[in-house]
Structures are given as C-alpha cells and as structure tokens.
C-alpha cells in the first residue's frame, strides 16, 4: 500500500541519550465498507469497527470501497455464531469463516475473528486483540477490585473485590492465574490466584511494602519489591522453593523491577533524587542508569531490549517513549496529556496505556510500526495497575 509520509522529527542531545519525536505521520489506507444481513446489535456493530479501525490497515467507508465486509451474527444456544465474509472488488478475493463464542463476551468473538480474518490473509498480525486484561480498579478509600476485561473494556468482569488488593500480574501466559497483594492486614500477603477453580494460595507475607512486579518467561521465577528496614528492596524468588535472593542494596528506594533479556533486570530507583530506570545484572551490585531526560520515569515495560517508559516534562505532562539498552536513540511515542503506565503487548508491536486530559481518561493503543494510537474510555474508576 504506498504511503504519504508528513514527518517532522526533532533531535534533542540530552547527555547519552537522542530524542526523536515523530510527530505526524499519514497514510493511504485500503478502503472498507461493513455490512450485515442480520439485525443490527450495536454494540457488536461497533466492537467490529474498532477491531478494524485498530488494525490500521483499513479505512471504513460507506461507498466506493476496495474491499467489503459482511458478518451474519446468530444465537446459538448460550454462544454468538459469526459469519464473516470478505470481498476485495479488485481482484475478486473471497474469504469466508464462521466462529463461535459466548454471548457473554461477545466483545472476544469479534476480536477472535477480526484477527483470525487478517492473519490468514497475511495482511497483518493482531493476535494480541485476544489478550485478556488484568486490571486493579480504585473504588473507594481503601476498597478496589481486580477485573479481567478486554482491551477496549467492552467486556469487563470482576473477579475479586472487597478490601484492598492491588498490584495484579499475570501468572503464566494461558492467562489462568495470576498473583496479587493483599493490603487488608499489618503483615501483606501475596496470593496466587486460579481463575479455574476460583482458589488462592499463599506464595509470600512481609510488613511494609511488598509486591509481585514480575514473572519470567518460564514461570519459575518472580521479581519482588519488599520492604527491609524501612526501605523497598528488589528480591527475586524461586516460586516453587519461594526462596528469596536480595538483589538490590540501597539506602533508598528500589522498585518495579522487570526482567530484561536472560542476565538483567530493570527497576525504579531514586539514585537521581528524582524516579529514575536503572538496570543491573544478576549477580551483580552495580547499577546503571539507563534515562537522561523527565523528572519521574516511575512506570515502564520491557519488551526484549526494548523498554516503554513514561516521563514527566516540564509542562506537567506525561508522555511515553521508546527506547532500546544497546542504543543511544530514544523515540517519543505521545505528545500531550498524561500519558502512563505503558504495557507491552506480547509481539512487543503494541503498547497500552492510560491516557488523562483534563477530566478525562481513557485506555490508549499505540500501533508502534503504524504510528497510530487509539482510545477508549474509563467509564467507572481509577485503574491502580495492568497488565496484558
């Protein structure tokens, strides 16, 4: 598909590191017409427009369309079945496929076919669609609940609340558990949670801060924030022996860390008097620090040797960018607003996050390689924590 380029880039030299901004880019999109023959439902009208829209390969139209796309939704028994037909006027391309889900989370029935339809066309990958998202929702003083939803938060469901329990994370990549802290007692506890059997098990308890920040790929290992005399230190755990290894050794604060390639991990610090990123290997005491630039690079996510961070800049906003450990080129991916809590989708080509303007706030997808970003409102709430 050719492209229509409009970039304006500025380079900053700021100490080790050189800021790219990319502040606009445009592109001639394959026009799409959606049609249906059955009754239309509009929400789920809806859920397959975003699914397109998010895509970024299509532009939706209602006449003088490349390709065309018609769905037929039936109930079937307690289950939506979906039809999609697509037809490309150009070269008489016809594709045709049906699935099934529950009505109950419809929303994963479109993102399930949408992405389906794109991949066996080779037109693009958007598996990461079907990810299911694990939220932590503030409700009240001291009162939040956990809730799985998917990534326009069409379909959300509670799955634990009463009390104050934050920090959730993924257990293993099947997304069927996941591990959280109890903050509702002196001594906290870390809980791993079986979304199959609705059971918790006990993994760890300290008093003062204490936090499950990550878990390696093989699920074997975590990485932990905990307090020892009265200061947050990084450990990493063994979670079938649950023996502790004390990683980090600073009269201050240690936190957040994530793992980094197979000998590293990355982790907040205030070294810098200020939230900071450092990285330090395993087996190792030394850390260094990886950011030059903003006030408090206090939320971050690691892709490979890609790390997504949000920094505050004089304005008072947050913006988001993009960096690699073994480059000196850092590319800034948002422009205004508050823009934190950036989250890696598993392909590492998509990144959520939490967007506030003004009164506003919103679930934000940014498309790395399309240079887009879409949102999506948070009606109810204030999300503490995710994870994809």
Known sequence: MKKICLIFISIICLNANIIMDVVGEQEVLAKIRITTSTPIDSNFD?????????????????????????????NVGDNYELELTLNNFENKLKYTKTYSYPRSAYAFLSHKAISQMLKDLNIVDVDWMNRKILLTRK?????????????TLNYQKVVMQGGLNLFAKWADTEQTSFYYTDYNKDMLS??????????????????????????????????????????????????????QTRLTNY???DVSAKFIGNNSFVFVSDRSSYPNLYIQNFGSA????????????????????????????????FNIYLMAIDSQYVRQLTLNGRNTFPSFSHDGKTIMFIKSLGMQSSLGILRLDENKVYHFPLKVGKISTLDW
Do not use: C
């Open 46 to 74: 809806n859920m397959i427009k975003n699914d397109i829209n998010v895509s970024s390969k299509f532009e939706i139209v209602s006449d003088n369309a490349n390709y065309e796309l018609d769905y037929k939704l039936r």
């Open 139 to 151: 409700i009240a003083a001291k009162q939040s609940q956990i809730l799985v939803a998917d990534y």
């Open 190 to 243: 870390i809980y791993k949670y079986n979304l199959l059997n609705n059971q918790k098990t006990l993994v760890t308890q300290s008093y003062g801060m204490l936090a499950l920040t990550d878990v390696s790929k093989d699920g074997l290992k975590a990485l932990l924030t905990k307090t020892v005399q009265d200061q947050p230190e990084v450990y990493l755990m063994d979670l079938n022996t649950k023996t």
């Open 251 to 253: 009269n201050g604060i």
């Open 286 to 317: 030394n850390a260094n620090q990886l950011v030059y630039h903003g006030r408090n690079n206090s939320a971050f996510s690691v892709y490979d040797n890609y790390i997504a961070y949000s920094s505050r800049e004089k304005s008072g906003d």
